[in-house]
């Protein structure tokens, strides 16, 4: 059997070959890794310094409250056959909760990040197309292809560095 990935790339191969037919022998093409030039833009470093910064403090917290519980697990070893029955109950109702609470604190927190983080690369995604279109046609390009998807491309057809640039200057870090 054919695996999904297999038969998206062969059809996709097929697609640019037959595209490639039908373009006229002078086309231009360009490739760049939209992804490496989104994630190196001057705009990209400085969103994830900013979430670095905004998520800092509770992460912080959440780092506390494991420390609080590792402290009460090994409170529950080395007190073992020495404490009384109603403290060891006490330590490990006291544990269960501060487990309950860091594992609600830390899906909340991955949650709030992967949600700024998607929102912030789709919106740098965007704006970086509409770059690379500027790009290809102040440069002349008839087509441009992502080189995830390319199978094979000749390093002299990236335009990625460009693009960077490009979208820097077009979105100047403040």
Do not use: W
């Not at 969103?47 to 403090?57: H, I, M, Q, W």
């Not at 007190?79 to 609600?104: F, I, V």
């Not at 690369?121 to 102040?138: D, F, I, P, Y």
């Amino acid at each position: 059997m054919f695996s999904s990935v297999a038969v998206r790339t062969g059809i996709f191969t097929l697609a640019l070959l037959s595209l490639a037919s039908a373009l006229p022998a002078q086309t231009k093409v360009a490739t760049v890794n939209l992804q490496r030039a989104v994630l190196e833009s001057a705009d990209i470093k400085k969103a994830s310094a900013g979430l670095e910064l905004k998520y800092k403090p509770r992460q912080q917290a959440a780092q506390k409250l494991d420390q609080e519980l590792q402290t009460i697990q090994q409170q529950l070893q080395q007190g073992q056959g020495k404490l009384q029955p109603q403290a060891e109950a006490d330590l490990q109702a006291q544990g269960t909760r501060k487990q309950r609470e860091l594992q609600r604190m830390s899906d909340d927190l991955q949650a709030d990040v992967e949600r700024d983080r998607t929102e912030i690369l789709g919106k740098a995604g965007q704006k970086m197309q509409t770059v690379v279109k500027t790009l290809a046609e102040s440069k002349g390009f008839d087509i441009v292809i992502d080189t995830q998807t390319a199978i094979y491309f000749k390093a002299a057809t990236e335009i990625t560095t460009e693009a960077i640039a490009a979208y820097d200057k077009a979105y100047p870090v403040k």
